[in-house]
């Protein structure tokens, strides 16, 4: 979800909880109404000075303006997630479930083309990585070691360090992706 999405939803279900007008909140935060609305449809990316001014104004900590909401059940569709790809576009990873304060896990899919492959420079110290293919077939190289995995294989694997992605099978490549931080 795109994080000024999640800033406008957290700032109107804090103003509105304590039924506040957005005038109220203006003189309560020292930001304008407009910036205020503003932020609340979308509209523009606040800086983090103004965040922190309507975070001391609601008397919340700051994270809870920045923090995606769980909900009971929660749906994601693809076109919803955030999506990134290599430059040369072979490689696709979209991210469904990013880090947060209170979630210490990253739900990824990635899709890599037939016959290519993408680097990862690796994550932070102690992350651990968990791969699932869906279709294609894997080879997946850790610390100079390959392992080749098919629909339905898992892998895990300590992810600090560098690590080889390559659709070595006839089809696309389109696998799950955890990355967990301890």
Not at 50 to 62: D, F, M, Q, R
Not at 82 to 101: E, K, L, M, Q, V
Not at 125 to 140: D, F, P
Request: charged letters at 20%.
């Amino acid at each position: 979800m795109d994080i000024n999405r999640i800033i406008a939803e957290n700032l109107k279900r804090l103003r509105t909880e304590r039924n506040l007008s957005l005038g109220q909140l203006s003189e309560l935060c020292a930001v304008s109404k407009v910036m205020l609305a503003q932020i609340e449809k979308g509209e523009t990316n606040p800086t983090i000075n103004t965040l922190w001014k309507i975070a001391n104004g609601l008397k919340v900590p700051y994270t809870k303006i920045l923090e995606q909401q769980e909900h009971e059940a929660s749906l994601v569709t693809k076109a919803e997630t955030d999506s990134f790809a290599s430059d040369d576009g072979h490689y696709r990873i979209f991210c469904y479930y990013p880090n947060t304060p209170a979630r210490n896990f990253e739900l990824f899919q990635l899709e890599l083309d037939s016959g290519y492959s993408y680097t990862s420079i690796g994550h932070s110290e102690k992350s651990e990585e968990y791969v699932m293919v869906l279709e294609g077939e894997l080879t997946l190289t850790v610390n100079n070691q390959s392992y080749v995995l098919h629909p339905d294989d898992t892998m895990s694997f300590v992810a600090s360090a560098q690590h080889l992605y390559f659709s070595s099978g006839r089809k696309t490549l389109k696998a799950v992706n955890i990355n967990y931080y301890p």
